[in-house]
């Protein structure tokens, strides 16, 4: 404790406060023998009528030989003031340590969420460099493992933007940089020599180097490339609590990026094997016109359990085979056995004229499958001969398939037979029709038929609707009379949940099609 007059003249010194203020003795000045900041609180306390004083709201404090202290003072009863003085270093400096913490707690919260919130790659990258930029460094680079001789790196000024380059450079010539790519443990930063760092791993107007820090960017199982952290010279060197904040930070953006590197390497597997699942554009194959349309049953997918494709014959002349059919169920599950039955029937291609046997070597096929689902299916052998093009036809279990006349009726194909997938022995009967031209076939899927909706919001768009719409499409072409047939399931379902829909329509065009790579383009029609 420390007494004092209001006129700054020391009157009591005790053993502790003598201790830390070792010249403050009884009659010494108080400017004399204290730090400045105690003279002034003294000062602010006592005012030269010893009847008027007033006490501070709050302790003050400030350094004594480096050390904090808080003074609390007390006004006697004769005007005099005693300062008790509280050593706080400890408790500043949990304090101020606790306070670090949470920011940085929080800094690494909205990183993760930062980071996080893309699964894109590039955007994880620019993300990281310029989040270490700004709360970590002066400069940062994010550099993924290399791609060949080229290093994709992105790096980023402190309140700048990322910028992405692909550097031809050897990581060894940065000393840890080519151990981070491949996930070893950090060089600490004092062993990196920022004198030396070569050229591309300096970003533009960045200026001399004072300090790197280089650490890994930890992956799922496999590195995700490295962090490296640049100081501006003069600038104060990373400390070991920078260095190890620095790898807590890497070790977020490397699980980002490790996700967001497999979430791109999935999506690329998946696109290839969706490419061999989707329907293919069809279009004018020796003579005759094709046509199919395609609606997965939920707006987000692209397959689904129905599915058609249309083979070319071996030669010129030859029938083309269309085989359109229905899966049980949807989505990708469905999609999975509607691949399978597809590279079967390509597999059966050499049996194109025996329909019935291909169905009996798919049906072997599907029941010897792990699965439970049954499908079916509809063979279509079409060929043109003059004007006319002719139409085998098999249904295994199928709707059957409409027949649309130039007079504008409506026919159903005397076909029918066994769905696939669940009976030993299956059977089916076959039938041909001869299309004139203008005059189509329709394969369609149950999908249309079973389609409901309507004013009343639950009826089916059924099959007499259906034949009540192709009859308005005599004399279409066969694009037109599947988008027609689409766009009318699709208003009577408006918005409503439906199974997956696909039609096929096969056409006799009304005269010769001239065209310059076999039917793909429009063409022009001659006499």
Not at 157 to 183: C, H, I, N
Not at 215 to 238: D, I, N, S, W, Y
Not at 483 to 496: F, I
Request: negative net charge; contains cysteine; proline residues 6%.
């Amino acid at each position: 404790m420390l007494v004092a007059d209001a006129a700054g003249i020391v009157i009591k010194c005790n053993e502790a406060a003598q201790a830390v203020l070792p010249a403050a003795c009884p009659g010494a000045q108080l400017g004399d023998v204290v730090p400045a900041w105690l003279a002034w609180a003294h000062r602010s306390v006592c005012l030269a009528d010893p009847q008027d004083v007033r006490e501070p709201e709050a302790p003050l404090s400030g350094l004594i030989e480096g050390r904090r202290f808080e003074a609390h003072s007390s006004v006697r009863a004769d005007g005099t003031v005693a300062w008790w003085l509280v050593d706080d270093t400890d408790h500043q400096a949990a304090r101020e340590a606790l306070r670090r913490e949470r920011e940085q707690t929080a800094f690494l919260a909205s990183a993760s969420s930062a980071l996080l919130s893309s699964l894109n790659l590039g955007r994880c990258m620019d993300v990281t460099a310029q989040m270490a930029s700004d709360h970590l460094a002066d400069a940062a680079l994010a550099i993924a493992p290399s791609r060949g001789r080229r290093l994709p790196v992105v790096s980023c000024l402190r309140g700048g933007t990322p910028v992405t380059s692909q550097e031809e450079v050897d990581p060894d010539e940065v000393p840890g940089l080519s151990e981070a790519l491949r996930g070893f443990p950090p060089v600490p930063s004092r062993w990196i020599d920022a004198s030396a760092a070569p050229q591309w791993l300096i970003p533009e107007g960045f200026g001399p180097i004072g300090a790197i820090v280089i650490t890994p960017l930890p992956g799922h199982g496999v590195p995700a490339g490295a962090l490296v952290l640049l100081r501006k010279e003069g600038r104060a060197a990373f400390t070991e609590e920078e260095e190890v904040f620095a790898r807590l930070f890497a070790a977020r953006a490397g699980a980002a990026l490790s996700a967001a590197r497999l979430y791109a390497e999935q999506t690329a597997i998946t696109e290839v094997l969706m490419r061999d699942l989707l329907p293919p554009a069809l279009h004018q194959i020796s003579g005759v016109d094709f046509a199919g349309s395609y609606r997965p049953s939920a707006d987000h997918e692209r397959v689904g359990g129905d599915f058609y494709d249309v083979h070319p014959g071996a030669a010129e002349g030859e029938p083309s085979l269309v085989a359109l059919g229905d899966v049980c169920g949807k989505g990708l599950e469905a999609a999975v056995l509607t691949g399978k039955i597809r590279n079967t029937l390509h597999a059966l291609l050499p049996l194109a004229d025996d329909h019935q046997r291909m169905i009996s070597l798919l049906n072997t096929a599907l029941r010897n499958g792990h699965h439970t689902r049954f499908a079916t299916l509809v063979l279509a052998s079409a060929v043109r001969s003059n004007n006319e093009v002719h139409v085998r036809l098999t249904s295994a279990g199928h709707p059957h398939p409409l027949i649309i006349r130039a007079n504008g009726t409506v026919e159903e194909a005397d076909t029918r037979g066994t769905l696939i997938g669940v009976l030993p022995d299956v059977r089916a009967r076959t039938t041909t029709v001869t299309l004139a031209p203008g005059e189509s076939c329709i394969l369609y899927t149950d999908g249309i038929t079973d389609a409901r909706g309507g004013p009343l919001g639950d009826t089916l768009f059924g099959e007499e609707r259906l034949r009540r719409a192709l009859a308005e499409c005599v004399g279409m072409a066969a694009e037109g009379i599947v988008e027609h047939v689409q766009m009318l399931a699709s208003q009577w379902l408006g918005n409503r949940g439906h199974d997956d829909m696909a039609v096929v329509a096969i056409s006799a065009p009304r005269s010769h099609h001239l065209s310059a790579v076999n039917g793909h383009t429009r063409g022009r029609y001659t006499a």
